[in-house]
């Protein structure tokens, strides 16, 4: 079996199992390289020596965390190639992924957060804002997320997240206000809640990207915001006001709990009082 014919076949497989569009879509990209290097080989030809030379050769200028997206690629397109019988020895099995430092997220201080909600100038850019900010949902969740989807009696709405998990998240009054006075200003009957502007269909993550940056650009703050920042600063602003990290880690999707301890380290006041308390 081709190296390109093992890969359709496990990105089939991986579909189906219910792997998530952009995870597929960076393998895509992995396997691409791949195959390049190696100019489609019967997969039998593989070795951990051959494995480990491409990553020397072409992952020199990576950054630690680039690396290990490789090599998880890597050790799950061969371990599938395994467990399906294509391999009798799975040459990626001993194949470590780098230790890399652990980053502390990006987060907005309340006084920047402030500045890119009066940098909001339409109904839809606050409601955007104020969902995105007031779920703590990844981009692409609220990219999808339909107006059937919405509990208004409780301000609640069901998104999908990552391994098409469902899982119940919550809004506050303001986004209500905006959310409400956006959907009610729109003609058109799309499902979408957030639609463009011109032939309106549902908004694409790209799309909501660049409002996230016109917004910022608006509000004059001296830094690149990224849409996940907001994220980020939901996550520490529950943090700061006495919120527990399993309550975080259930509003946030994540499945590990280690994902969502980073957030511990975030919180300064919270350690600043903690420290005046206790020395």
């Known amino acids: 079996m081709l190296l390109?014919?093992?890969?359709?076949?496990?990105?089939?497989?991986k579909r189906i199992e219910g792997f998530s569009p952009y995870t597929l879509k960076a393998y895509g990209i992995q396997a691409k390289l791949l195959i390049s290097y190696f100019k489609d080989p019967i997969i039998a030809t593989f070795n951990t020596e051959g494995l480990k030379k491409y990553l020397v050769t072409q992952g020199k200028d990576l950054k630690p965390s680039s690396l290990a997206h490789r090599i998880?690629?890597?050790?799950?397109?061969?371990?599938?190639?395994?467990?399906?019988g294509h391999l009798t020895i799975n040459p990626a099995a001993k194949i470590k992924e780098p230790k890399a430092?652990?980053?502390?997220?990006?987060?907005?201080?309340?006084?920047?957060?402030?500045?890119?909600?009066?940098?909001?100038?339409s109904p839809m850019e606050k409601a955007l804002f104020e969902m995105m900010f007031?779920?703590?949902?990844?981009?692409?969740?609220?990219?999808?997320?339909?107006?059937?989807?919405?509990?208004?009696?409780?301000?609640?709405?069901?998104?999908?997240?990552?391994?098409?998990?469902?899982r119940e998240v919550y809004f506050n009054i303001r986004?209500?206000?905006?959310?409400?006075r956006y959907i009610d200003s729109r003609?058109?009957?799309?499902?979408?809640?957030?639609?463009?502007?011109?032939?309106?269909?549902?908004?694409s993550i790209a799309q909501m990207r660049y409002y996230i940056k016109k917004i910022s650009a608006r509000a004059g703050i001296d830094k690149e915001i990224h849409p996940h920042q907001l994220r980020h600063s939901y996550a520490t602003h529950l943090l700061n006001n006495g919120a527990p990290v399993e309550v975080i880690q259930s509003l946030l999707g994540h499945e590990k709990s280690e994902t969502t301890r980073?957030?511990?380290?975030?919180?300064?006041?919270?350690?600043?009082?903690?420290?005046q308390k206790y020395f």
Request: aromatic share 10%; proline share 3%.
């Open 4 to 13: 390109s014919t093992a890969w359709k076949s496990y990105e089939a497989d």
């Open 72 to 84: 998880r690629f890597m050790k799950s397109l061969f371990r599938w190639c395994h467990e399906e």
């Open 101 to 121: 430092g652990k980053r502390i997220p990006k987060f907005l201080s309340e006084r920047e957060i402030e500045l890119l909600r009066e940098a909001c100038i």
């Open 134 to 166: 007031s779920t703590g949902c990844r981009i692409g969740e609220i990219a999808a997320l339909d107006r059937n989807c919405i509990n208004w009696s409780n301000r609640s709405a069901i998104v999908r997240g990552k391994g098409d998990k469902e």
């Open 175 to 180: 986004a209500e206000l905006w959310l409400k």
């Open 187 to 203: 003609q058109d009957k799309d499902p979408a809640i957030f639609v463009t502007e011109r032939q309106p269909h549902r908004m």
């Open 262 to 275: 980073i957030y511990a380290q975030l919180s300064g006041r919270l350690r600043q009082e903690f420290y």
